[in-house]
């Protein structure tokens, strides 16, 4: 730790930070990019057997009218796509046909040229569990107080709005939701937004241009790329949640200004998610805090896995680390996961809300959010806050649920990524044929997974993801984990070299470890 | 003398080639030498020194030291995050509708008949509607709590898609779960950088958008001007000719609307497809005002023309408008939207439409099929309501009879954006004194590439009755006699 505050990290974490991200080993890393080595041989000669017709091509193909046109898809921008992921592409836009909660009913699906169509056959693949929608709290439901409230509020107010926020689409309902939210942040105000995407892609454009400086985590999500994007200011990546690499930018952008020009800028923001969805880890946010107050930067976070997940409270991973929720400037996060609705929300200063809405994209130019959707955000936030009388069980259910799953996966050796209070996990599976084989099997013992493969990940890096929600029982855990222990052997994915009965080795555990260095 | 040897001895093992033994090579080096090996060992320690010397950059321009580096970083200030706003200025308190947003709207407290939201087929207060957004709601929640790539995609949302690309006479559709993110997650994945896009000067924010993450080349022609857009192509074409191989892999773009929002005319579509086959140039066409306006069925700016819907590449709109719901969609041929699918950022990033959204669209596609003499109705009304506003003292109507949403702006400017803006808004507050809400047309003044001028917009709906138009009428006649004075 170069710049001497090694004492007063110390201080900064109130209970032990542990996250691990074990490494690959090294027989598999080979074998894996042999694996893709083969495959894209082989994605060679199936596209020379299609030019030259021994194959039939199931692709689309361009107008007659307009094939002297300039291609619109230049080849090997495709490759990939036609090549590996059509091979495995039924683990992916899996129809569903009942509520996202912990168990779902799947429309069957079948394919008789080898995934390039599908036909629904009618039948109806019933309680699936269900490891992969974000329904962290539990709210995806269609009884109960929440259901009840949206029905009337559908009632009485209608699906659609047809204005934007600035003309004539404020509703007295928008209101409500944006007082109540900013109380549930501990804030002075916020603003709430049709869709969490363009929460990003619409205001940080708002917040900073050129001659700004924006310092991004390596992982962000593609919304706050994008957002940085179109702001136009000059962007830097930093390393995936290490605080050295972040103070070593912050002091050279401090100490030399804009590039070539030298002279200052005019404000640096950092951007940084809560947890980051695809490693589950968690932001290293009493750090972060530390460095902006030293060097006056401006700090987004952006909460979209980890609001309501969190928190003794639920609120969040400010929460967590029992900060104060004025510390961050720019408190940004999406109501689809934990509370079971759509749309985003910008928390803060009373002067940012005020300048954001006048400034904001999508105050002015796109439709504001739709009544039933925000009746649901009310009241599925009054329950977490427990103004309807109901208890905190749904985040002490989580964060139990979250334990012992990711400690049985441990105990079964394999390797998992991300911080032991995240409710995201991610598990490596790294070889290209073990996504769609684990996918598939998984399916087959009644469970639904996520995987996730390039370029949603590094190449050798792909994985499968669950997210444990508050809805899940223990016996249906204690099902998904038998069902993953059994296709792990199969599959033989127990890779993990770490001890497995419950004393993992020192070298996993990383308390602080941007002081070992 | 000694040297020789040793060089003879190497030459012999040379010439034989082959293996150095250890041995053989320990020899060789007591046999070498003394300033032979003074002089390599001076070689390995330079060697040495170069490997573990810090690394030189050229631009370091580190003579500053650490003190005067904490100085720089104590001394430097930022801006402050947000400018301050004033608190009375204009756009700050936005008017509050209490209730639904429907026919008869309660705009601050006063009920008023309600020309100013999007409503052009009066589906928000439809009770089918309802109904069915009740019924979907009944069976899925609320939420889809994930994209559509991770159990988000509902059979609601197929069913949708396949409902829509029927309606518009195309292969496929896709949907996409805000009206904004449509059109501005669909050109960035056709058009990279290095592609040339030429687009009408009236585009929409959304589309401007678009343009800009794609990172395209960008040329911007004259409102409706087809001579401006040809000579545009024309210089492209010289262009090409330079450089043929650049040539054949730099892709083409037009962008435009059927139905402008700011100007509230229709782009002349048979002009722009000939233009196509004569530049081989692709057509992207924006329709969120004309689809469920426009042509016998309410199919857009192709039926109205009589187009063939395979001669446009994409063509893209908003559900938030006619079908008075939420989202939006692009649909086309397979070859053109299935692309989207992977790498349309607003689709793959983002949680998909919540189902009971998607329930109503369906419903509303319904009940405009099944009765397609309500879009016969609203272009009356459309041509009645342009008629009844000509000859306001001091405004003029900008738009075309057919269109849904008129803008009324001032004849003469007083000079100052903020002073016309003044006018409008207490015409604004006239007629809402009097039951008639409208609204101000709101543009981000700093963001606009081409700025329109400040405008009232007024909306037309098939809900309006004969009586209510002439009464809006004679109000905004008597607000503009009273204020323009």
Known sequence: ?517 | MKHAHAQSRDSVKMAAGQQWVLVEMVQAFYEAPAYHLILEGILILWIIRLLFSKTYKLQERSDLTEKEKEELIEEWQPEPLVPPVSKDHPSLNYDVVTGPPSHKIIVNGKECINFASFNFLGLLDSERVKLKALLSLKKYGVGTCGPRGFYGTFDVHLELEERLAKFMRTEEAIIYSYGFATIASAIPAYSKRGDIIFVDEAACFSIQKGLQASRSFVKHFKHNDMEDLERLLKEQEIEDQKNPRKARVIRRFIVVEGLYINTADICPLPDLVKLKYKYKVRIFLEESMSFGVLGEHGRGVTEHFGVNIDDIDLISANMENALASIGGFCCGRSFVIDHQRLSGQGYCFSASLPPMLASAAIEALNIMEEDPGIFRVLQDKCKHVHKALQGTPGLKVVGEPLAPALHLQLENSTGSRTNDLKLLRAIVDYSMDRQIALTLARYLEKEERFLPPPSIRVVVTVEQTQEEIERAAQCIREAAVKILK
């Open chain 1, 1 to 517: 730790c170069e710049y001497g505050h090694h004492a007063s990290c110390t201080s900064l974490y109130k209970k032990p930070f542990v996250e691990s991200f074990e490494e690959t080993p090294l027989l598999v890393a080979v074998l894996t990019y042999m694996g893709y080595g083969i495959l894209t041989i082989f994605g060679y000669l199936r596209d020379f057997l299609r030019d030259w017709k021994f194959e039939k091509c199931h692709l689309a193909r361009e107008r007659e009218e307009q094939k002297d046109f300039v291609p619109l898809y230049q080849d090997f921008e495709n490759f990939y796509t036609r090549n590996l992921y059509m091979r495995i592409r039924d683990n992916w836009n899996r129809p569903i046909c009942s509520v996202p909660g912990a168990k779902m009913d799947l429309l069957e699906r079948v394919t008789p040229d080898y995934n390039w169509t599908f036909e629904h056959t009618g039948n109806v693949l019933k309680d699936v569990i269900n490891m992969g929608s974000y329904n962290y709290l539990g709210f995806a439901e269609n009884t109960g107080t929440c259901a009840d409230a949206a029905s009337e509020c559908t009632v009485k107010y209608g699906v659609g709005v047809s204005s934007t926020r600035q003309e004539i689409g404020n509703l007295d309902k928008h209101e409500e939701l944006e007082i109540l939210v900013a109380r549930f942040l501990g804030v002075e105000s916020s603003m709430a937004f049709g869709m969490g995407f363009a929460t990003n892609s619409m205001n940080i454009p708002a917040l900073t241009g050129k001659g700004c400086l924006i310092l991004s985590d390596e992982l962000n999500h593609a919304s706050l790329v994008l957002g940085a994007r179109l702001s136009g200011s000059t962007i830097r990546v930093f390393k995936h949640n290490n605080m050295q690499s972040l103070e070593k930018l912050l002091r050279d952008a401090i100490v030399h200004g804009q590039p070539r020009t030298h002279r200052p800028w005019k404000k640096i923001l950092i951007l940084v998610e809560g947890i980051y969805s695809m490693e589950g880890s968690i932001v290293r946010l009493p750090e972060v805090i530390a460095l902006k107050k030293k060097y006056k930067a401006y700090l987004y976070l952006d909460e979209a896995h980890s609001i309501g997940a969190l928190g003794p409270r639920g609120r969040g991973v400010v929460d967590y680390f029992g900060l104060d929720p004025s510390d961050v400037d720019i408190m940004m996060g999406t109501f689809t996961k934990s509370f079971g609705a759509a749309g985003g929300y910008i928390g803060g200063k009373k002067e940012l809300i005020d300048y954001l809405r006048l400034h904001s994209h999508s105050t002015v130019y796109a439709t504001s959010m739709s009544p039933p959707i925000i009746q649901q955000i009310i009241t599925s936030m009054k329950c977490i806050m427990g103004e309807d009388g109901s208890t905190l069980g749904e985040l002490c259910q989580l964060s139990e649920n979250t334990t012992y799953f990711r400690r049985r996966l441990h105990e079964m050796g394999f390797i998992i990524y991300g911080n032991n209070d995240s409710p995201v996990v991610p598990l490596m599976l790294y070889m290209p044929a073990k996504i769609g084989a684990f996918g598939r099997e998984m399916l087959k013992r009644n469970i639904g997974t996520v995987v996730v493969g390039f370029p949603a990940t590094p190449i050798i890096e792909s994985r499968a993801r669950f997210c444990v929600s508050a809805a899940h029982t223990r016996e249906m855990l204690d099902k998904a984990l038998n069902a993953i222990s059994e296709v792990g052997d199969l599959l033989q994915l127990k890779y993990s070299r770490k001890n497995r009965h419950g004393n993992e080795g020192s070298d996993s555990f990383s308390f602080l470890e941007s002081h070992q260095d």
